[in-house]
């Protein structure tokens, strides 16, 4: 019988030199057990690492696209699900479930997998009435445009870097009318006119079309519009372009509050005459946008329209800072308002006078 006093005596020492010893000696044999116990739990953290990155980018994705969609209700109506696998990023809309199954290859770094699983998202769960309505370079840029949004919002540089580096950047090289609408659209995104208007507009042109076959045309209005938002973003102030778009399905147009002169000489009126015109034009949507004091005015001039039967107030008047020409940070509103319909056959509006 074999005697382990001795092992007593030097307790877990003796049994750590023992174990180390038969390691040594018989490791040809116990080689292969021990690789499976290694990949036994490197499965396990792997798996374990998979869904603590799963959960974090829906979280995010969810979150983010809640709260765009509660700006602007159908702009970003799903929720996201997030799988790995081993072939091809795609996505496909649940309907039942009301959400957006996404399936990308693991990249082994959450900033990579942020990225894809977002890219992948957008042309299912964003503006999703819309997507066959726009052009493939123009989807493209949107989508780029909110994912580069989203990263922003969470502010995770590692992310923007990798996008920029690695995804957006080698593809505007490529091609340079997704760089241009690309720039159009950030330009959107920075005079906050990209989810209040042209998100709105795309959206809505989706729900009014959804029953026709997409042609070129559609593809052409659509784009010709997000040109015509780039004009208003860079306007200068005082500056005159043409305040309405008129469309075949999208008809809307801006009311400008903000001329000193015209304020103090004629106060809300002028304003008044160019929603009353607007109607009279079979404009269907004008947003009323004002800057800092004359915030005030925009809200009485929105009243003054709405109790005159010109317009209807569509939701809240939303307030949010944007940077002017000269780099200053300016309060803004931005009131929507839907054109009351005339009744049959009534006379055309232009040439009423309005008095407050």
């Not at 396990?44 to 799963?54: E, L, M, N, Q």
């Amino acid at each position: 019988m074999v005697d382990l006093g001795w092992l007593s005596q030097y307790g877990g020492w003796g049994l750590l030199v023992i174990t180390v010893i038969l390691i040594i000696v018989y490791y040809d044999k116990i080689e292969k057990p021990v690789a499976r116990i290694y990949q036994f739990f490197s499965w396990v953290r792997a798996s374990w690492r998979k869904r603590a990155v799963k959960a974090s980018i829906e979280s995010n994705i969810n979150s983010f696209s809640r709260t765009v969609d509660t700006e602007m209700p159908g702009t970003m109506p799903y929720n996201i699900r997030l799988q790995f696998v081993s072939e091809m990023d795609r996505a496909e809309l649940l309907h039942e479930k009301n959400l957006v199954l996404v399936r990308i290859r693991d990249r082994l770094h959450d900033d990579k997998n942020l990225v894809h699983a977002m890219l992948s998202f957008c042309p299912v769960g964003l503006i999703p009435a819309s997507r066959p309505y726009l052009s493939t370079v123009l989807a493209e840029a949107v989508d780029y445009t909110v994912t580069r949004k989203l990263l922003n919002t969470m502010q995770h540089h590692s992310a923007l870097k990798y996008f920029y580096d690695e995804v957006i950047n080698p593809e505007m090289e490529r091609n340079p009318g997704l760089k241009r609408l690309c720039a159009v659209l950030s330009r959107l995104d920075e005079q906050g006119l990209l989810t209040r208007v042209a998100l709105r507009e795309l959206r809505d042109f989706g729900a009014k079309v959804r029953s026709l076959y997409p042609t070129e045309a559609h593809k052409k209005e659509t784009t010709q519009f997000v040109e015509y938002m780039d004009v208003v973003a860079t306007r200068a102030p005082k500056e005159e372009i043409d305040t309405q778009f008129e469309g075949g399905y999208i008809s809307m147009g801006f009311v400008f509050i903000g001329t000193v002169e015209k304020v103090e000489q004629l106060g809300a009126v002028p304003y008044l005459r160019a929603i009353q015109f607007k109607k009279g034009k079979s404009i269907e949507t004008i947003y009323l946008a004002a800057r800092d004091w004359y915030i005030g005015l925009a809200e009485r001039i929105a009243h003054l329209a709405e109790r005159k039967g010109l317009a209807k107030i569509v939701g809240s008047p939303t307030r949010y800072c944007v940077t002017d020409k000269d780099g200053r940070r300016k309060q803004q509103i931005l009131i929507v308002m839907r054109t009351i319909a005339a009744p049959l056959f009534a006379p055309p509006e232009q040439g009423m006078l309005l008095e407050e």
